[in-house]
């Protein structure tokens, strides 16, 4: 029984395949929160200039 640690070799790449597997996932899930707070920011600033604007015109 020389060569064989406490995992297996095919279990220690299925552990290896589910780590990379949710750390991708992990990664996408970031990406995709910090594109809807940038959106949202760029949301709320437009809604800023658009009211900032709308208040110095001329009212008749």
């Not at 899930?29 to 208040?55: F, H, I, K, P, Y």
Request: with cysteine; proline share 0%; hydrophobic share 40%.
């Amino acid at each position: 029984m020389g060569g064989r640690g406490v995992i297996g070799d095919k279990w220690s790449m299925r552990i290896l395949w589910a780590c990379a597997l949710g750390s991708v996932i992990s990664f996408y899930m970031v990406a995709v929160e910090r594109q809807t707070q940038n959106r949202d920011r760029m949301l709320a600033e437009s809604l800023n200039s658009t009211e900032s604007g709308v208040g110095s015109g001329e009212e008749v």
